[in-house]
């Protein structure tokens, strides 16, 4: 199985901060990459797939690079509804698996 | 509205079976892959299985294959998860995923249901 692993675990910033997220594959995955948010207690929203194209509805602020193995979720500007979790998933094979997460905090 | 509900969970003993169910409304079901992801307690996300748009292809995660069987009913736009011989590491919420574009088997999942919360415990 392909793995994901991001950094950070956890990420403290404030409200107007730019903040990245970074996920790397264990092999080339190309561009099937997707990121997600997630609330409490909520299903998470997708944010971002193929790596770079932002998802319909979703606030311009956030924005996807990279491909291969290293990737970055990027928030241009935090807002008090961006602090939760965030996860990537690679879907380049049947096993499609999730990055740990990242905890945006205060 | 188009949403995916799940239902089915509760609390089961170890090794008993449990089957889960997953409600599509709103758009064409048969047209759409469709996954099986949990998460168990204050832990990340995990890939279960998918489904292909009309049912022929299935694929599990290592962790579920030989006890978890993903199969769907288009005509009653609903998708099930047969979990055969739980434990107590089977304790998650399991969300049900649709695929973003309904050509691929594979793919970001652009809705998702709210879960249904699965606990083994004797």
Same mark, same amino acid.
């Given at each position: 199985?392909?793995?994901?692993? $991001?950094?950070?675990?956890?990420?403290?910033?404030?409200? *107007?901060?730019?903040?990245?997220?970074?996920?790397?594959?264990?092999?080339?995955?190309?561009?099937?990459?997707?990121?997600? $948010?997630?609330?409490?207690?909520?299903?998470?929203?997708?944010?971002?797939?193929?790596?770079?194209?932002?998802?319909? *509805?979703?606030?311009?602020?956030?924005?996807?690079?990279?491909?291969?193995?290293?990737?970055?979720?990027?928030?241009?500007?935090?807002?008090?509804?961006?602090?939760?979790?965030?996860?990537? $998933? $690679?879907?380049?094979?049947?096993?499609?698996?999730? *990055?740990?997460?990242?905890?945006?905090?205060? | %509205?188009?949403?995916?509900?799940?239902?089915?969970?509760? +609390?089961?003993?170890?090794?008993?079976?449990?089957?889960?169910?997953?409600?599509?409304?709103?758009?064409?079901?048969?047209?759409?892959?469709?996954?099986?992801?949990? %998460?168990?307690?204050?832990?990340?996300?995990?890939?279960?299985?998918?489904?292909?748009?009309?049912?022929?292809? %299935?694929?599990?995660?290592?962790?579920?294959?030989?006890?978890?069987?993903?199969?769907?009913?288009?005509?009653?736009?609903?998708?099930?998860? %047969?979990?055969?011989?739980?434990?107590?590491?089977?304790?998650?919420?399991?969300?049900?995923?649709?695929?973003?574009?309904?050509?691929?088997?594979?793919?970001?999942?652009?809705?998702?249901?709210?879960?249904?919360? +699965?606990? +083994?415990?004797?």
């Amino acid at each position: 199985d392909i793995q994901m692993t $991001q950094s950070p675990s956890t990420l403290s910033a404030s409200v *107007g901060d730019r903040v990245s997220i970074t996920c790397r594959a264990s092999q080339s995955i190309s561009t099937w990459l997707a990121w997600y $948010q997630q609330k409490p207690g909520k299903a998470p929203k997708l944010l971002i797939y193929k790596a770079s194209s932002l998802e319909s *509805g979703v606030p311009s602020r956030f924005s996807g690079s990279g491909s291969g193995t290293e990737f970055t979720l990027t928030i241009s500007s935090l807002q008090p509804d961006d602090f939760a979790m965030y996860y990537c $998933q $690679q879907y380049n094979s049947y096993s499609e698996t999730f *990055g740990q997460g990242t905890k945006v905090e205060v | %509205q188009v949403r995916l509900v799940e239902s089915g969970g509760g +609390v089961v003993q170890p090794g008993r079976s449990l089957r889960l169910s997953c409600a599509a409304s709103g758009f064409i079901f048969s047209n759409y892959a469709i996954h099986w992801v949990r %998460q168990a307690p204050g832990k990340g996300l995990e890939w279960l299985a998918l489904i292909s748009s009309d049912g022929s292809n %299935q694929y599990c995660a290592d962790s579920a294959k030989g006890r978890f069987t993903i199969s769907r009913d288009n005509s009653k736009n609903t998708l099930y998860l %047969q979990m055969n011989s739980l434990t107590a590491e089977d304790t998650a919420m399991y969300h049900c995923g649709r695929v973003r574009h309904s050509s691929g088997v594979m793919g970001a999942f652009d809705l998702w249901g709210q879960g249904t919360m +699965v606990t +083994v415990s004797s």
